[in-house]
């Protein structure tokens, strides 16, 4: 039994945050991407109406996680920003760009709305993205390679896998959340995505399977294989029942899984090969005082996205 530590539960709230990240705004960013499949003007209107009263919201876990990691752990953060700047810039001005996008789409005339959906669509990609090759590139550990280190072959693996994962997330929140004929093309492109992201995650695996066996080498990975395989199933069954709510819900569940099964590959490393948790945590009245905040922030944060979901509960027509 492993006894968790102040520096174990600072490192937890950091990765809750970036899971809940992944999980919200990476649905809007399958939406997002999405407005490529969609050519028809009303249905990229219902997909981005769908989203808009809800994204900024959901963003606030990004910023809950860069604030924390400074305070938290100060040398990943210096260590591994001044490695990543470049990949790091480009999904911050991706980000921009699909905020810009979807809030003034409102504003303009109906022949601005086509330039506007594609720079939505572009920036929900490249956001997508470099998030996924972010993640491959800290996996790898190989941080400290160049500039363009993202862009090499596993990195750029990842990146693709999670851009299949947002889409299969986008698919299933269009058939919850859109009334009309959108839902039912959604659902055919919700089986495409599911077979890209489980090819993708094999290959993944196949190429660096460091952690994996890491993973497997633990109880906790077993457990969390066969809750994913339970949960793969489950989801099989849904979608070919059409059930959109539970489809989600289970898509958001995998995507869960496999971050804690990573998590536990990956521990004790942040930075696998350079740092671990005891060695870039900050000192243990910093993290008290940190926590303390953490304990008021998050339950918040959770209560405003949960009443934003709940004002804007209604499909859009």
Known sequence: MIALTLDDISAATLAVSLLMYLLLDGTDLGVGMLLFFFRDAEARRKLSLS?????????????LLAGGMLALFPLLYSTLFSAIYLPLFIMLLALVGRAVALEYRGHVSRRWHRYLDLAHGLSSLIAAFTQGALVGLVITGRTQQGPFSWLTLYPTLCGFGLMAAYLLCGCCWIMWRISGPEPAFAHQLAWLFLVLSLTLMVAINLLENGALLQAWQRVPGKVLMLMMALTLIALLRALYR??????????LTLITLCWALLIVGLYPWLLPGQLTISQAAATPATQRFLLGGYALILPLTLAYNSWAFWVFRAKVR
Do not use: F, H, K, Y
């Open 242 to 251: 059409e059930r959109p709510i539970l489809s989600l819900a289970l898509v």
């Open 51 to 63: 989203i808009l009263p809800i994204w900024d919201a959901n963003e606030t876990w990004l910023v």
